[in-house]
């Protein structure tokens, strides 16, 4: 249709049909939505939504990992108004630079790990993972090893949905469309305790140990000479919050170290204060070279992403390398530095790592562990302001329900119905809520994530699923 676009309210009724008609959402089957019709959200504010019936409902996903401060924090929106008014777009190609990209690679320089002191932006954490793969191989190329292309990453990761993020990303659904993964991307498995680790017998660091091994074996496979970097996210988020065993990382950055790979933290979710810490390899105890980000370092409010790069490789190419053929129109977009200057500056006025890591993340942990004794929970993993709930049939023997009867769907459709946005990853329940949350909002988050197992386990009981 060609008519204007009419701004007046509409019903919900109105702008799913105008949905329907034009919009198709990211990873969604178009037709199955179409016929159901889109939920409508229309405003936010600190950690709840309102869709357009008006019904209010507790956001513990942050919008999409994203939104740390919360939603409608003033100091967000007039710096976006602010930098709009003054300077709304120019590029940093052509030897050009403006002041929010310079004032952001400064604070972001200073609120990264040490060994970070440039950054490369891009428009999102796709973009970025796009500019790990080209920056890594540009890196051995300058060095006189060009042979050295591969990546290796992990079953189960993921890494964004561009060709080289859903390449380096393990998900198989993904894979099975579009001819990925691209060449030179390989993939071990992931250090998923209650998948691969529990029946094999082994206790959570035994397991995490082997699990960082199978990384040295697929180096001795491809040979050392052939590796560039391996890739991982501190937590995996998307594939259902799985923390890794304290022992992993230092494991594998033993590896790394020993063979002389590239180690890439992708940082998209756990960023900005998430687990308790500023990046997750903190928390965890690696030293990458490279870091991806996106999401919160705006908290969502506009697109921004970028690479961190570390002494190692930056200089390389800052001493070595001449021309870097690639970046981006946004890279260093002055509206979405603007914003990011602006979200680190509040994170650090609120001290909203020191607020994870002391208060609401411990506090958190305390009540998702008490949900442990829940019929319906196998298992419970929390670290920072991010949980997972893994349902099962059989608590315990451990059995997990069979795919076909998708228990996680049956609970996020009670968790839709009682004003809570939690989300299923197959049988996994996901939170990841802003890290402005109080205790006394865990505590209301807490009532309506019981209210849903509750609900979950009487639908399986009547339905005879369980046992
Ligand atoms: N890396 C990680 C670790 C991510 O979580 C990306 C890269 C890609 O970022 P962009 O900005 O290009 O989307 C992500 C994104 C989900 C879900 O279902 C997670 C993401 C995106 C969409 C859905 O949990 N993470």
């Keep these: ?16 049909a105008a949905d329907a008609a034009h919009f198709l959402h990211p990873f969604t089957d178009f037709k199955a939505l179409a ?36 939603y409608g924090q003033r100091a967000l929106i007039d710096a976006a108004a602010r ?18 990209a310079i004032e952001l690679a400064e604070l972001l320089s200073e609120v990264t790990p040490p060994q970070f002191q440039h950054v490369f932006f891009s428009g999102s954490g796709s973009e970025g993972n796009d500019t790990v793969v080209r920056m890594v191989r540009r890196y051995w190329d300058i060095l006189g090893q060009p042979d050295r292309q591969v990546i290796i990453s992990r079953h189960n990761a993921y890494h964004g949905s561009t060709m080289a993020g859903a390449s380096l990303g393990g998900m198989a659904g993904m894979h099975a469309q579009g001819g990925l993964p691209i060449p030179g991307i390989v993939h071990i498995q992931q250090p998923h305790w209650w998948e691969h680790g529990r029946e094999l017998g082994l206790d959570r660091e035994g397991f995490g140990l082997m699990a960082a091994g199978w990384l040295e074996q697929k180096i001795l496979e491809l040979g050392a000479d052939k590796v560039a970097a391996f890739i991982g996210e501190p937590v995996q988020g998307a594939g259902g919050v799985i923390v890794p065993p304290d022992s992993y990382w230092p494991e594998i950055q033993r590896i790394c170290d020993k063979y002389g790979i590239l180690l890439v933290s992708d940082e998209v979710i756990c960023g900005f204060g998430r687990t308790g810490h500023w990046f997750g390899c903190e928390r965890f105890g690696a030293r990458p070279d490279l870091m991806t980000f996106a999401k919160g370092v705006t908290s969502g409010y506009v697109p921004l992403g970028g690479v961190m ?53 411990p506090y958190l942990a305390q009540q998702f562990a008490a949900l442990a004794g829940h019929p319906l929970v196998g298992e419970v993993q929390t670290c920072g302001l991010m949980a997972a709930l893994q349902l099962v049939k059989d608590k315990s023997k451990g059995t997990p329900f069979s795919s076909e009867l998708e228990m996680g769907m049956v609970c996020r459709g009670h968790c839709f119905g009682n004003g809570l ?47």
């Design 83 to 100: 930098q709009m008014g003054e300077l709304p777009f120019y590029n940093a190609f052509f030897q050009t630079a403006t002041p929010p």
């Design 309 to 361: 790069v570390g002494d190692r490789i930056a200089r390389v190419l800052i001493d070595q390398g001449g021309d870097f053929n690639h970046g981006y129109t946004y890279s260093g977009h002055p509206v979405a530095c603007a914003v990011a200057v602006a979200n680190i500056r509040l994170i650090q006025q609120l001290k909203l790592v020191e607020h994870v890591h002391d208060d609401v993340g």
């Design 1 to 16: 249709m060609n008519s204007t676009v009419d701004r007046s309210p509409r019903s919900t009724q109105q702008w799913q």
């Design 421 to 467: 946005i939690m989300r299923a990853v197959g049988d996994r329940m996901i939170i990841a809520p802003p890290l402005v949350i109080t205790r006394a909002q865990i505590d209301e988050m807490m009532a309506l994530v019981r209210r849903c197992l509750d609900l979950s386990l009487a639908d399986a009981q009547r339905q005879g699923w369980m046992g």
């Design 35 to 70: 016929g159901k019709g889109s939920r409508i959200i229309t405003r936010a504010d600190n950690i709840y939504l309102w869709d357009s019936d008006g019904h209010k409902i507790l956001d513990a996903m942050s919008g999409l990992w994203c939104v740390n401060v919360g």
